[in-house]
């Protein structure tokens, strides 16, 4: 067993032997973090440039330094580059689009699979760039609570409907984190000439979206072509998450939410490792915190973000790793003293509703009678989910002293 870059050094056989999967999928949403450099306009192209001359031929570290983890990213792109599987992928189409003023941090590329002779178009994968380091992304992310769809998301259905018509053969879509949500929310909402040609989408611990956005006229609900991955701990991936059946739950090597990273991804062969299902920690509070989302309606969302952005933006910072080494350093104070300056509406609001969010995350939502029948069976359906949980969490520790 190993993680993604043990598995890049591993394959050798080619597209044409064994079709693209989800760790396929998890390797090249990963390298769509990637920064291209302007000085490479062939990205930008029908035509790409391979994954092979990226890693050989350019300053890999400068191509990766932005990404969370540029250690390993290098690593993995320097496999990739090697790779008689991943070498001669084209990265091309690619878009990067960030505006303060439009709340929108969106990036997507094109992997174009190499094709062999003799066969038919080998197609593409459309990876979709998750979250980045900007407190915009951030804040763009948190729209998508009170939002029925947010630029990001529209931008990923144009994307892909775009690409549909230059590339042919047929398509794979995903992303990790935001990239996943983005993926899903094109495949939904994407024409039906595209999604006719789309294999699968991937979404790797990606949020999911609120029933407003799902009951919307233009979703798709094509369920049947979702593969949705999760760590056991998931936190991110788990929010909105009740509308998605079938998630595949991969065990991983690091604690808490640092198994959101995926090189810590355990890949047994070509597939993952799974537990049974995600910890009954991670169940629990993920279901208190979708339990305190669902109490605000819309505008109270749109209130509470407005009101946080407010009060990180006082503190000066562009990226969120910014704001996180700054909170010793005054960054926290400033920010109190914003919230202090607040209209008394606005500051009061925002404080009880973190107060109900930590009570929330910490004895769970308030206890309720359930009256009509409806209430009656959503509460015994609680009950057993709970149940479920807590069996399979125990089967779970139970592999892993067995050592399975």
């Not at 999967?21 to 973090?33: E, P």
């Not at 537990?275 to 209130?303: C, F, G, M, Q």
Request: net charge negative; with cysteine.
């Amino acid at each position: 067993m190993g993680n993604i870059i043990d598995y890049v050094k591993a394959s050798t056989e080619s597209f044409a032997q064994r079709p693209l999967n989800r760790v396929d999928s998890l390797v090249l949403s990963w390298l769509a973090y990637m920064r291209i450099p302007e000085e490479v306009p062939e990205s930008c192209t029908t035509e790409g440039i391979s994954i092979a001359r990226l890693g050989n031929q350019f300053d890999v570290l400068g191509l990766v330094a932005p990404l969370h983890d540029a250690k390993r990213s290098e690593e993995l792109l320097r496999a990739c580059a090697i790779s008689p599987r991943f070498a001669q992928i084209s990265a091309c189409r690619s878009v990067d689009t960030w505006s303060r003023a439009g709340e929108i941090q969106f990036s997507a590329t094109t992997f174009a699979l190499p094709a062999e002779p003799g066969t038919t178009a080998p197609g593409a994968y459309v990876a979709f760039r998750g979250t980045d380091d900007t407190i915009v992304g951030w804040k763009e992310n948190f729209n998508m609570a009170f939002h029925d769809a947010v630029p990001s998301q529209t931008a990923a259905q144009e994307y892909l409907d775009q690409v549909a018509l230059l590339v042919d053969g047929p398509l794979w879509v995903g992303g990790h984190s935001k990239g996943g949500n983005l993926a899903t929310f094109a495949l939904n909402t994407c024409s039906a000439s595209t999604r006719g040609r789309i294999e699968r989408c991937f979404a790797h611990d990606a949020p999911g979206f609120t029933s407003q956005t799902i009951a919307s006229a233009d979703w798709a609900g094509a369920d049947e072509l979702l593969d949705k991955t999760v760590p056991e701990e998931s936190i991110i991936g788990l929010l909105f998450d009740e509308q998605v059946q079938g998630m595949t739950v991969v065990k991983s090597t690091n604690p808490g939410i640092l198994q959101h990273a995926p090189f810590s991804w355990v890949v047994d062969g070509t597939d993952f490792a799974t537990a049974h299902a995600v910890s009954y920690d991670s169940y629990r509070r993920n279901k208190r915190l979708n339990a305190w989302i669902a109490t605000l309606d819309a505008p109270s969302r749109e209130r509470f973000v407005e009101v946080l952005y407010k009060l990180v933006q006082s503190s000066g910072e562009v990226t969120f790793s910014g704001l996180m080494d700054t909170l010793d350093d005054g960054s926290l104070d400033l920010m109190l003293r914003r919230l202090d300056g607040l209209p008394d509406a606005d500051r009061n609001f925002f404080v009880d509703e973190v107060k109900d969010l930590v009570a929330t995350l910490l004895l769970g939502p308030a206890p309720t009678n359930p009256e009509t029948p409806t209430e009656r069976a959503d509460d015994a359906s609680s009950k057993l989910d709970d149940a479920t949980a807590r069996f399979h969490d125990s089967m779970s520790k139970m592999d892993k002293y067995l050592g399975l």
